[in-house]
């Protein structure tokens, strides 16, 4: 298991990706997932010299986050989140990820419990034009499981992998999603689903979860021999990202994630 941060942590400072990292590597951390945010304004030609610099760190980037898959429910946005994918692909390939993070429909506006199969459609439609896109740049999607999306149970993450007809799909596991929206054990859900999962977001704080829970959890994965990251997520509108550093490094440390 690899200690990492997502930089929405920082979304309410002016830092730039090259004052980020120092600070993230400083903290603890040995990966940085990147957030769409952070690259949005940027020129691909910076993508290069970040990625270097990052490496200098003793970070490696696995994943950037620019919220892809998120169709609406009207179902007229296809096009718009293609050419996200488009941009996304490009600047995860410069620099230098795996993976880039999706989501399966749009955030807290369905859920796979009772979205119609015309919303399905569509949205895996486009799913698997993303997973195209991202596949000529050599990356694969990860699809988070956010609650009120269609990955929110373990049906429908396993009805998403289904549906990508082979395509790579992965999953990027979050307790809200299947674990809270099932009423399920997290050790349940990672049972279920765990050989799809590349990717772990945690919040700075173990709620609703005790420490026990997600101790048994994260020794659990790492005896099914999960090498991916543990990355610390604060996405609330207010964030500060001293305290999420801090935090977030103590919680991995009382996980066991890091020694």
Not at 162 to 171: F, T
Request: with cysteine; glycine share 6%.
């Amino acid at each position: 298991m690899v200690p990492c941060i997502t930089t929405i942590a920082f979304r309410n400072t002016p830092l730039y990706l090259e004052e980020i990292l120092p600070k993230v590597a400083a903290a603890g951390y040995m990966q940085i997932e990147v957030w769409g945010g952070h690259i949005e304004e940027r020129d691909d030609n910076e993508m290069p010299v970040i990625a270097e610099l990052a490496e200098r760190h003793n970070l490696t980037i696995p994943m950037v986050s620019c919220y892809l898959g998120t169709f609406d429910l009207a179902m007229t946005n296809m096009n718009a989140e293609l050419r996200k994918a488009d941009f996304a692909a490009m600047m995860g390939r410069l620099l230098g990820v795996r993976y880039l993070r999706a989501f399966a429909g749009y955030v807290m506006e369905c859920s796979s419990r009772d979205a119609n199969e015309a919303y399905w459609a569509y949205c895996m439609d486009g799913l698997r034009e993303i997973t195209r896109v991202a596949r000529e740049s050599g990356l694969t999607v990860a699809v988070e499981t956010h609650k009120l999306t269609l990955a929110d149970t373990v049906k429908g993450c396993q009805r998403i992998i289904k549906e990508m007809d082979g395509l790579p799909v992965k999953l990027i596991l979050q307790l809200d999603g299947p674990a809270e929206t099932e009423h399920l054990s997290p050790l349940d859900v990672w049972k279920e689903l765990k050989e799809h999962v590349v990717h772990f977001h945690q919040k700075p704080e173990t709620s609703p979860y005790p420490v026990r829970i997600l101790r048994e959890l994260f020794d659990k994965m790492r005896e099914d021999g999960y090498k991916g990251a543990i990355s610390i997520e604060a996405a609330h509108p207010n964030v500060k990202p001293e305290p999420v550093l801090k935090r977030g490094m103590e919680l991995l440390r009382t996980l066991g994630v890091v020694s």
